[in-house]
């Protein structure tokens, strides 16, 4: 059984998950992980959900191994959290990652060993995130499992990892068809994350019939081809409903990469674009639609 959840990420996902965590299991059982000039920054300013201080423990881990290790960070700050992680690390620790995108699982799967690893997909949540001060209507929910060839056996881990996010209070569903589930949404965000971001819109700006949008679908189709390639079939009706999820947004809200750019933040374009590019090399395909946008947001990244 596991009893505590160890946090690395002070960002929206971070806030969103540790705060519902705090309120059903106490801040003795909740920890978020920092080191150095972050983890006295973290202790001196805290964060805020809705208006109201949380009560964090921010630890360097010196107080023991992790049990349920959740990675909140973005991608490009995966390396970091990842040799920040290593030493609270044991033989018990069970670990799922909330960054957006299809390769995070990999990824820490090569760094600490795929028994340890659960596939998580984080969907539904209109949270917006200034500085440490999270705002949200929504809190989505998470959606976790394992691939249906697990060689890991990690079934076991998955209804631990399961039993305590329900006494956490966190939303989740159980995934039979997890990559499948990461494939759609990781669609999405390379078309809708992207377009807003490089266009400098909000959601009403894709919603409309127009070429923003089609330019959105071009990209999400690009990235169902290249899933298609790896084994993950999402096909054009998942893509209808994924765009119906999104033309049920506020027209004013904006996605994640959106608000890492006004806030002039490195955004995940190599998580988007920069995967849908890899792959379609790998396979001998063209994505022009992501090129342009990869460059796009690029050339916007370095003139900040």
Known sequence: ???????IGLGAMGILFGDAAVKHLGPDRVRFLADGDRLDRYRKEGAFCNGEKCDFRFSDGTDGPAELLVFAVKSPDLADAMALAAPVVDENTVMISLLNGVTSEEILEQTFGGDKVLYTVTQGMDAVR???SLTYHTPGQMFLGVPQEDYFDRGDKL???LDLLTRAGLPFVREADILHRMWCKFMLNVGVNQVC???????????QPGELRDLM???????RKVGACQGVLVTQKDRAEYLAVMDALHPDGIPSMRQDGLARRRTEVDLFAGAVLELAARYGMQAPVNRMLYEKIKAMETSW
């Open 197 to 207: 971001m490089a266009y400098e819109t909000n959601y009403g700006g894709v919603q």
């Open 1 to 7: 059984m596991l009893h505590t959840i160890t946090i």
């Open 159 to 161: 209804d631990a990892a």
């Open 217 to 223: 679908i071009a990209a999400m189709d690009e990235a």
């Open 130 to 132: 200034v500085g440490h």
